[in-house]
């Protein structure tokens, strides 16, 4: 589908769409804005890194995600295709009551498998 080029979705063509093909171009349309937000605020947040690093701050990429909130989304959608919510939900809840051995906890990505669970 390469909307919103796509004739099916002129005023004229669409009411007559199925609800599957409108679902699919809000959700293309979705991932480009948030694809463009990235981009956009990529640069923004490299300088905002650097200012923390200058102030003192210890591992500033740490903070990214809460610098560009689009880089968070992407990670979350990458996180939530490499583990299964099943899995997260049980993970976290395993981990929160102190039943994963630390040397695994070493191993995982905590981070990755937290944004699967959002």
Known sequence: MNYPSDNRFTSDNFADQPLTIIEQALEAVSKREIELGNL???PIS???LYILSSKGVKRPEKELNSINP???AIESEIA???YSKEFTQVFL???KNGKVPQWLVSKLDIESITLAGD
């Open 80 to 82: 939530k295709k490499k």
């Open 93 to 95: 809840k395993l981990l």
């Open 46 to 48: 490299r300088a905002m």
């Open 40 to 42: 956009i605020a990529t």
């Open 70 to 72: 689009y880089a968070q």
